[in-house]
């Protein structure tokens, strides 16, 4: 497993190289599994000025969790072939890492260049120094596989300007740097060539900031903020339905598009997702990622992940049949199941 993440120290700081590059370097629990400790012994190490953390490859930083896996133990368990302990032990594993990075005490810079997303986005965005790219995409696409935006995104999505963390949660919608400068996920926007050099850098000791100030190029205009008066006023709605209602009552093609993205998802995930930013604007970050491992274990109880990971990621066939079919037929009664202790009880750290 150790292969799949390389932990190394590099003179001042402590270096992370996630080492899956043909899964897009996607988070396994043997990954997490292996960063943890190392982040524990170089948050006490004072020769370690800082962590670096970055993805092998030229394509994606880290492209998200291994959910196929996850999937696959969650079948096996409704099959009565298996516990599906790595249903559990992979969201919460996942979850303590988030946090470890949260409270990390030194300068972690996470070099979001390529692909960042879902779990992705939990090892970069809750570190202090999120740096983008040229290549820089991310997306939290969770509502489309049955999910919700989770690692996090209970904390992190509300806290953005007006409503622009929840049109992220429930659409999927991908962004790039401006954008990310913009919403505050990113901290500092650097050329993709750039990123050796300021590796060296901070391997020679020199100030997180500085370095950062010194390879800093212009960003550019934000789309989102030229959409973000027709965001607000759409998304500030009471329920899911009165946001596709107020999209379509803009009558313009974004509007259509967004509602129409929007309807595409899984209901379910859509409701509970909706439910899930509302509580996280009140809770602070422990309450945040407990919150989510609930909403884990009611999924996997469920029946749209395994239908959405099957549609996308397994016969691929892009049409996943999701159950309850339609936003008016998922009971408040259910939404409120996601938000309960599950019987192994709430995650602990």
């Known amino acids: 497993m150790s292969e799949d993440v390389i932990c190394t120290v590099k003179g001042a700081i402590g270096h992370i190289l996630l080492n899956r590059p043909k899964a897009l370097n996607a988070l ?18 004072p020769a370690i000025k800082a962590v670096v953390i970055r993805g092998a490859g030229d394509r994606a930083f880290c492209a998200g969790g291994d959910v196929r896996a996850v999937w696959d133990a969650g079948l096996q368990k409704k099959r009565g072939e298996g516990s599906g302990a790595l249903a559990s032990s992979f969201f919460a594993g996942e979850y303590r890492l988030n946090r470890q990075i949260k409270n990390f005490p030194k300068p972690y810079v996470a070099l979001m260049d390529g692909i960042t ?10 570190g202090s120094h999120r740096v983008v790219t040229e290549k820089t995409l991310l997306a939290m696409p969770e509502t489309g596989i049955g999910l919700f935006p989770d690692v996090g995104g209970t904390w992190f999505l509300p806290r953005m300007p007006g409503r622009l963390g929840l049109y992220l949660g429930l659409t999927g ?3 790039h740097a401006a954008d990310l400068i913009h919403t505050g996920i990113g901290t500092h926007h650097v050329a993709s060539a750039s990123l050796d050099a300021i ?10 900031d500085a370095v950062l100030a010194a390879h800093a190029v212009p960003v550019g205009e934000a789309p989102l903020a030229a959409l973000q008066p027709a965001i607000d006023a759409a998304f500030d709605a009471p329920d899911v339905e009165g946001i596709v209602a107020g999209l379509i009552s803009q009558g313009t093609g974004w509007a259509d598009k967004v509602a129409e993205t929007i309807l595409s ?15 996280g604007a009140d809770l602070d970050f422990d309450d945040c990622m407990r919150l989510e491992y609930r909403m884990t274990q009611a999924v996997m109880d469920g029946n749209d992940f395994y239908e959405g990971i099957r549609a996308v990621l397994v016969d691929k066939d892009k049409n996943p049949k999701w159950n309850p079919a339609k936003l008016a037929d998922v009971p408040a009664a259910t939404v409120a199941t996601y938000f309960a202790v599950p019987a192994g009880g709430d995650l602990t750290f």
């Open 265 to 279: 998802m899984s209901p379910t995930s859509l409701k509970v997702t909706f439910e899930q930013l509302r509580r």
């Open 28 to 45: 396994t629990l043997g990954m997490v599994e292996v960063i943890a400790p190392a982040l524990d012994a170089w948050a006490t190490d």
């Open 199 to 208: 590796e060296a850098a901070l391997a020679g000791g020199q100030d997180v």
């Open 173 to 175: 919608a991908r962004v």
């Open 117 to 126: 997303m879902g779990g992705g986005v939990g090892l970069s965005v809750h």
